[in-house]
């Protein structure tokens, strides 16, 4: 079973992934994936100096903060990260699952309904939460109010998210209450 995984920032895609991981699943998690090639990818790396020089490099290493001030800033730079990074994420997590094609895997796509990658899975899963809740997470990793709906702007209104996925997780109470629907779930979708 091939389950791909979406919903909007800040909403608990990650911890989701984390259950399913708990529950023995195979897992692949896009955003750490593009951490990676941005920290040890030299031709990521060269692209990126090429368009931006020294100005997204900290101490010879991609400032992550950086990139984002830059792409969230300008619609046409995120186009180009995206355009350089999406290819090298998705042949990542295809070259994951074929090595072991028989087995659960749980793909990670904070963008998979805007970049239409839902065909690519058996079966897709939406994580949600309440505008309020994912503000107050949000702040708690440093983010501003600005920074956060720069965020939101660049993805697809959650409620078309919902709207499109095959199953909803909802992330309004506590990690506990998150676990068990999580957990149910997956019994459900393993169970035929």
Known sequence: ???????????????????????????????AVVRELLATDAEVQAQLRSRWGEAVFADGAVDRGAVAKRVFGHEGDLKW??????????????ASIDQAPDVNWLVEIPLLFEKRLETRFDLTVCVSSPPDVVADRMVVRAYTEAQIEQRRKQQMPLEEKIERADYLISNAGSLEFLKQQTTRLIEQITAH
């Open 1 to 31: 079973m091939k389950v791909g995984l979406s919903g909007g920032i800040g909403c608990g895609k990650s911890t989701v992934l984390g259950f399913f991981r708990e529950a023995g699943w195979r897992t692949v998690d896009s955003d």
């Open 81 to 94: 990260l995206e355009e350089l990074l999406h290819p090298l994420v998705r042949e990542s997590w295809l």
